[in-house]
């Protein structure tokens, strides 16, 4: 009699034990836990303020229980909108998966605070600012005034449109035909000379010029208000 109820405990207790390690998986809340420390740091340098939210992991995952998780952002991605990250177990043998997050940054952001024609060189009157998740605005919309001021707009702009910068274009620091004051400048000697300009160049790009005094034509870098420089 004895034998029977031996084989009775020995079978209820491995019925026991047998369920618990079929379900065994990585713990969720400890992936959810180091993604959060991750975006915690990655985003502290972002503008406004930050909110993000993590995507969860199956509770009943077949990935084997992992002491030591890394999370890194996979190439091409950023942490900004939707998004992944890459979270891996860091032992010999283990797994990696892909966890979807998303990054909520509220900010301040320009708009036109009027009609805008084209053409129209912004001014500080038509600058107005909004609030709101800049992750869902497009790339190169301006947050700074000094970003938008003095440029000129390449196409009709209605109030309250967002600011970018593919809507709006560097003014002109010489234009075809204006005329322009060249100076030359080298170790110990500086010469300046009129001359017209030959292209249109915002400051910093290079600029044509034909001097007036002996119809040579040079290569300078413009600049506002006008003057061409030539370095040697």
Known sequence: MLKPILLTIFLSA??????????????????????????????????????????????GNQLSPCPALGVSLPPGARLWGRSNVLVSCQVEGGWSLYVPIQVRV??????????????????????????GDITDMPAGTFSNPEEALGRVVSQSLVAGRPLRADLLS?????????????????????????GRALNN?????????????????????ARTGGIVEIRF
């Open 106 to 131: 509220v900010a301040d952001y320009l708009v036109a605070a009027r009609n805008l024609a084209r053409g129209q060189v912004i001014t500080a009157d038509d600058i107005s600012h909004r609030s």
């Open 14 to 59: 491995l019925g026991a034990i047998l369920p618990s390690s079929a379900n065994a998986g990585q713990d969720p809340v400890a992936v959810k836990q180091a993604v959060e420390q991750f975006l915690r740091v990655q985003t502290k340098g972002l503008p406004g303020s930050v909110t993000y939210s993590v995507g969860s992991v199956a509770p």
């Open 170 to 194: 560097q003014a002109w620091a010489v234009q075809q035909g204006q005329s322009v004051r060249v100076s030359t400048k080298g170790p110990g000697f500086q010469v300046t000379n009129e």
């Open 201 to 221: 160049a915002t400051d910093g790009q290079v600029v044509q010029v034909r001097l007036t005094n002996n119809g040579q034509v040079v290569s300078g870098i």
